[in-house]
Antibody
Framework: EVQLVESGGGLVQPGGSLRLSCAAS????????MNWVRQAPGKGLEWVSYISSGGTTIYYADSVKGRFTISRDNAKNSLYLQMNSLRAEDTAVYYCARSPYSGSDHFDYWGQGALVTVSS | EIVLTQSPATLSLSPGERATLSCRAS??????LAWYQQKPGQAPRLIIYDASNRATGIPARFSGSGSGTDFTLTISSLEPEDFAVYYC??????????FGGGTKVEIK
């Protein structure tokens, strides 16, 4: 069974940092492209970042470019999102999501989400 | 950036009725459009990919159509578990991947 489990969310002050993790199981993690998608409270979905299966190709939304860093450790079946210089508008549930095949760029499995709250 | 506009924002229907949801793109995305269902407190679930392909385990009452800039998600006969928010998402021209603002299907 495919599982994605996020961790690392919490309350952080504006300007602070947080690192989210996504533990993958039930599939060959190293073969899949992965993404982070977020959802502010009561709002819609916003794509945040993409990383290719080998980690060589990375994209970011303009809203997080220069502040967030996506990475993965295929040996540990894990995806990460390092978030720096956090702002109130980064407050959201952050989901890791799998793309089902190379170039598919939609999301067939999602984690349960990690809540990040940026507030003083 | 491709903007996706979903309409209506809210659809009030009764179980058994047909639901028709629209997603319009600001420029052509070919057939690279997906639909997701999200219930309160849950992660989104993939319903349709590449405009008309049902995802694994999705009932046949869900169907998708369209290409270019105009897309439709149809639920032929609403079941109680279908009342949720639905989002479209494009991958025709990215980054960035973009989502529509959502359509809430509520019980009338």
């Amino acid at each position: 069974e495919v599982q994605l489990v996020e961790s690392g969310g919490g309350l952080v002050q504006p300007g602070g940092s947080l690192r989210l993790s996504c533990a993958a199981s039930g599939f060959t993690f190293s073969s899949y492209e992965m993404n982070w998608v977020r959802q502010a409270p009561g709002k819609g979905l916003e794509w945040v970042s993409y990383i290719s299966s080998g980690g060589t190709t990375i994209y970011y939304a303009d809203s997080v470019k220069g502040r967030f860093t996506i990475s993965r450790d295929n040996a540990k079946n894990s995806l990460y999102l390092q978030m720096n210089s956090l702002r109130a508008e980064d407050t959201a549930v952050y989901y890791c999501a799998r793309s089902p095949y190379s170039g598919s760029d939609h999301f067939d499995y999602w984690g349960q989400g990690a809540l990040v709250t940026v507030s003083s | 950036e491709i903007v996706l506009t979903q309409s209506p924002a809210t659809l009030s229907l009764s179980p058994g009725e047909r639901a028709t949801l629209s997603c319009r793109a600001s420029q052509s995305v070919s057939n690279y459009l997906a639909w997701y269902q999200q219930k309160p407190g849950q992660a989104p679930r993939l319903i349709i990919y590449d405009a008309s392909n049902r995802a694994t385990g999705i009932p046949a009452r869900f169907s998708g159509s369209g290409s270019g800039t105009d897309f439709t998600l149809t639920i032929s006969s609403l079941e109680p578990e279908d009342f949720a928010v639905y989002y479209c998402q494009q991958r025709g021209n990215w980054p960035p991947l973009t989502f529509g603002g959502g359509t809430k299907v509520e019980i009338k």
